[in-house]
């Protein structure tokens, strides 16, 4: 075998169904030798706000953080995403920088692909573009949502909402280590974090949750619920 050949190793990512649904073995041969994989520590950056864009990439593991920075120096967190999201292409066919940074919050693995080899797959095959466009769209679309979601909600349906994502759609059990900080969640709702830490504990006191340090334990995630949609 060439030893420039190598072997994908893809299992259960949504970027392969993507690959092994619309391209011959030779070009996913090409794309494998053109793919590299980047493990990135807990609050490393993986690309920078302003920075330009010359690969794609997309999340195999861990979870990350897309953000930007306010006028004044603040961080406006606009979503944190679990793998194969496709957050750091937001803006690959639209501008030539970064609008965002992404930054990982547990220690994560991310794939890299040039992005003028994935242009050149846009050229060629137009079954890979328009599947490839739908899973960007959706994320941009969940993103939109999310957003809009929070901000149509008080501080306590906020941080159950937060709460319940964390424990549904991450790491789907009712006790988890929270990822964040909480100025992170504070940043990511809109809200203080005087007011996020006031409203753990009340959820605390109420007996919505048991806290262990970074160990949150839903308690009552039906009343968790109900906050969150009267929030």
Same mark, same amino acid.
């Given at each position: ?66 953000? #930007? ?48 080899? /994935? ?24 993103? /939109? ?5 929070? #901000? ?17 759609? /991450?790491?789907?059990? #009712? ?33 919505? /949750? ?22």
């Amino acid at each position: 075998m060439n030893e420039q050949t190598k072997y994908c190793v893809c299992e259960n990512c949504e970027f392969r169904e993507i690959v092994f649904a619309h391209l011959d073995e030779s070009t996913i041969q090409e794309l494998c030798n053109n793919k590299e994989e980047h493990p990135y520590r807990k609050g490393e950056i993986i690309n920078h706000e302003g920075e330009k864009i010359t690969d794609f990439k997309y999340l195999k593991s861990g979870l990350v953080k897309l953000f #930007r920075r306010t006028a004044t120096g603040e961080e406006q967190v606009i979503t944190i995403t679990r793998p194969f999201e496709f957050v750091s292409n937001m803006s690959i066919f639209s501008d030539e920088r970064y609008r965002y940074s992404v930054a990982s919050i547990e220690d994560s693995v991310v794939c890299i692909v040039r992005l003028d080899f /994935i242009k050149s797959l846009f050229i060629k095959n137009g079954s890979f573009a328009m599947g490839l466009l739908s899973k960007v769209s959706k994320i941009n679309d969940k993103i /939109i949502t999310q957003t809009l979601d929070i #901000r149509l909600k008080n501080l306590v349906g906020r941080v159950a909402y937060v709460l319940l994502y964390f424990a549904k759609e /991450i790491y789907n059990t #009712r006790v988890f280590d929270l990822p964040v900080s909480r100025k992170e969640i504070a940043d990511f709702i809109g809200m203080s974090t005087a007011n996020v830490i006031r409203t753990l504990s009340d959820f605390k006191k109420d007996g919505i /949750i048991r806290v262990f340090g970074k160990t949150i334990e839903i308690v009552d995630i039906n009343k968790l619920e109900i906050l969150s949609k009267r929030g």
